[in-house]
């Protein structure tokens, strides 16, 4: 039996587009992510591509930085799932595991995921810098509040003992910790 030809992408922000990563490969299926690639766990794209995966399938990757930004997660995300006869191809690595991989092929796959965990915390480091600068010149205010006074409000007096933080969060479109943050202030 011949697997399916299953595509992940993935951007790091809501207002990105996704068409350009497996434009002109033909797939079966496409999982894809809005989210940044520091944590495989906060990605629900992702977990449901590793439930959905069988023997026998393929996974079509732009990129190594697109699955993991994270070495360790690199590494873990490859080997489970070639462990359970999945491949991983990376088109623009040109890179493919099956689980019968050669040394050379591992290392190639540890070198280049650190590279993308190195351009991650590098892209970190000129972030904070960048806002310190902006922050000694004035310019720098912080990130803007997605609430409005009056829905702060609302949220204070929502937020009576025994209702949950959580649920606040969804019914507001806001984290949890914006929820603290907003019954702190």
Known sequence: MKGQRIGYVRVSSVDQNTDRQLDGIELDRVFADKASGKNAGDRPQLQELLGYAREGDTIIVHSIDRLARNL??????????????????????????????????????????????????????????GIEKAKKKGVYKGRKRVLTPLQAEELRALAIPGVSRTALAKKFGISRESVYRYLAA
């Open 72 to 129: 360790d997660d690199l590494r873990r995300l490859v080997n489970d799932l070639t462990s359970r006869g999945v491949r991983i191809q990376f088109v623009k690595e040109t890179l493919t595991f099956s689980g019968d991989d050669s040394p050379m092929s591992r290392l190639l796959l540890s070198m280049m995921g650190a590279f993308a965990e190195f351009e991650r915390a590098i892209i970190r480091e000129r972030q904070r810098e």
